[in-house]
């Protein structure tokens, strides 16, 4: 079993900040990569940023690069979303998730339960 604990999110007004956290514990051999996807209502969930564990390679969606940043810390096993300049567009549940091997050395992947970011004035 995998757990991923995400915090951070809220209610900002636009222009502001929030960030995010996510940290993976469980049986997890080695973490390939984690990132950040958000679902907005009536939408498909999509890829905010994403890094993987080794080289530190990022991918950012356009519409947010550039405010958001994506960090890692690979002996907590956590990751972290530094969001600014915020617009109402980016309202939506965040989802933290982490591709990794497991004990079977099979890969495998998991996703955190999901917090709400609200950007409304």
């Known amino acids: 079993q995998v757990q991923l604990v995400e915090s951070g999110g809220g209610l900002v007004q636009p222009g502001g900040s929030l960030r995010l956290s996510c940290v993976a514990s469980?049986?997890?051999?080695?973490?390939?990569?984690m990132g950040w996807y958000r679902q907005a209502p009536g939408k498909q969930r999509e890829l905010v940023a994403d890094?993987?564990?080794?080289?530190?390679?990022?991918n950012y969606a356009d519409s947010v690069r550039g405010r958001f940043t994506i960090s890692r810390d690979n002996a907590k096993g956590a990751v972290y979303l530094q969001m600014n300049r915020l617009e109402t567009e980016d309202t939506a549940v965040y989802y933290c998730?982490?591709?990794?091997?497991?004990?079977?050395?099979?890969?495998?992947?998991?996703w955190g339960q999901g917090t709400q970011v609200t950007v409304s004035s």
């Open positions: 998730n982490v591709q990794y091997l497991n004990f079977l050395r099979t890969q495998t992947s998991s």
């Open positions: 469980g049986s997890i051999f080695r973490i390939n990569a």
């Open positions: 890094i993987t564990s080794s080289s530190g390679s990022i």
